[in-house]
């Protein structure tokens, strides 16, 4: 990290440097990273151990050590430390200072993903898209709060030309604090949808908090808005340049949208006039707007139409997401690491595109307000919808999704269960060649565990 020596550190975070005796000279010397985790300490990295519920990361200091770091942070005086260390008040906030401080000593674009379902699978594909061309360093998983986002911020070396940022927030304020650090010279707003309204209330309020980020972006910045979304179509983005990008006539398009089964989906995508066909390795309409949005950031990047296509078509995502996993020859949909009303229609209706027997093992969705049992009442019709076979729903307000499939006499086969593992039993010996399963649910009911199980059974 240039410039980043340590008594440059001690100054930014307003610490005290302590050099063991003989380790004088290593105060100009540079950290080349810095984390939180022992164990993804590499040699001269700065090590920043936070204290958890369960865990202390002060008391991980020595191992750093022994692994090759320059120096750590500590919120305490340390005993005959094997290195350097920095006394902080709060080690959380001096993470956030280090990563604003280094912020602006680089010169590359920074784009930052925003939007309130998508924003993972938006950045796995900007990613492909614009490595085409350039080297992209990009968030890891879905690491977008206020650690994972200045840890992101900290991995950025010399040879990058780009880096693409996850921006997560549950909050008002939260992106101001977000944004401070990342100050995006881009960012890709992928819709306004029904997250955190235990906090933010309802959308109007979802748009408030999320476009904070305009407030700190670069002045000449450009925003990337889904103008299919009807929230984002009249965004205040201060003054600065729009594109838009949707199925409906934007600057960047797509038509002829075609399912391609659990394989992907082919579309002919319109880029400011230019057009060509790409076949994009993710089911469902949503990764063609995924899609359009990485076509939209590569030809404001200098990207062809060649490299553009090229990077959509090796485009993956990460487990948890929306992740199609073959076992003999059942299909799972892993898409267990977040849900909230929007990505769960998204992904039933995957499901309901899919041959043979469709099964939907469906959880609770988190953070949804006053109306949450509505809100679940209403997946229901989703699976109507789509005619999905089986579902399996575990948890209290999972509930008034079979509650919604009886009311409606509907023909889908459904189960209720208080938990994973009752349900289980009764799914496990249900699956048969040719079924297609969807596993989809908050990242607090653990659905993780029915994925493993399932592919546990059937390897």
Do not use: W
């Not at 309130?116 to 950045?123: L, R, Y």
């Not at 990077?311 to 992740?323: D, P, V």
């Not at 009442?377 to 307000?397: C, K, P, R, S």
């Amino acid at each position: 990290m240039r410039n980043m020596t340590l008594a440059h550190v001690a100054q930014v975070v307003d610490g005290q440097l302590i050099l063991p005796e003989g380790m004088e000279a290593l105060k100009n010397s540079e950290i080349q990273g810095a984390v939180n985790d022992n164990r993804k300490v590499e040699k001269d990295f700065l090590f920043i151990p936070m204290v958890g519920a369960r865990v202390d990361g002060h008391d991980f200091i020595e191992d750093a050590f022994s692994k090759g770091a320059l120096a750590s942070l500590s919120e305490r005086a340390l005993e005959n430390p094997s290195g350097p260390y920095i006394i902080v008040k709060d080690t959380k906030l001096a993470l956030k200072q280090i990563a604003t401080d280094y912020r602006m000593q680089l010169s590359i674009p920074v784009i930052g993903v925003i939007g309130s379902v998508g924003k993972t699978s938006t950045k796995e594909m900007l990613a492909s898209v614009l490595g085409t061309k350039y080297e992209v360093l990009k968030t890891e998983g879905n690491f977008n709060n206020e650690i994972g986002l200045p840890l992101t911020i900290c991995r950025i070396k010399d040879e990058h030309q780009v880096a693409v940022v996850e921006m997560g927030i549950s909050d008002f304020g939260e992106m101001h604090r977000l944004g401070d650090i990342a100050k995006p010279d881009y960012v890709v707003m992928t819709n306004i949808g029904q997250c955190h309204l235990e906090f933010l209330k309802n959308r109007d309020g979802i748009l408030q908090a999320k476009t904070e980020v305009f407030e700190h972006m670069n002045k000449n910045g450009v925003v990337i808005l889904n103008g299919d979304d009807d929230k984002l179509i009249n965004a205040d983005t201060l003054g600065m340049r729009k594109i838009f990008y949707g199925l409906n006539g934007q600057e960047v398009s797509a038509s002829e949208v075609t399912a391609e089964g659990m394989t992907g989906t082919r579309a002919v995508i319109t880029a400011f006039g230019d057009t060509f066909e790409a076949s994009i390795p993710l089911p469902g309409t949503h990764n063609v707007m995924n899609a359009l949005a990485a076509t939209a950031m590569g030809k404001e990047l200098g990207l062809t139409d060649e490299e553009i296509k090229r990077g959509l078509e090796k485009a993956s995502t990460i487990a948890g997401r929306n992740n199609v996993i073959e076992v003999r020859d059942i299909t799972i949909i892993d898409d267990c690491y977040n849900a909230n009303p929007v990505s769960m229609k998204a992904s039933i209706e995957v499901l309901g595109k899919a041959p043979g027997r469709s099964i939907a093992v469906l959880g609770d969705m988190g953070e949804l307000g006053e109306d949450e049992r509505q809100l679940h009442y209403e997946i229901g019709q989703a699976l109507e919808d789509n005619h999905i076979g089986y579902v399996f729903t575990v948890g209290e307000l999972s509930e008034e999704i079979n509650k919604s499939l009886s009311q409606k006499n509907s023909s889908c086969m459904a189960h209720h269960y208080a938990d994973v593992e009752a349900m289980l039993e009764d799914l496990l010996p249900i699956i048969r060649g040719g079924d297609t399963i969807l596993v989809k649910a908050s990242h607090f009911m653990n659905f993780s565990t029915v994925v493993e199980a399932i592919c546990e059974r059937f390897a």
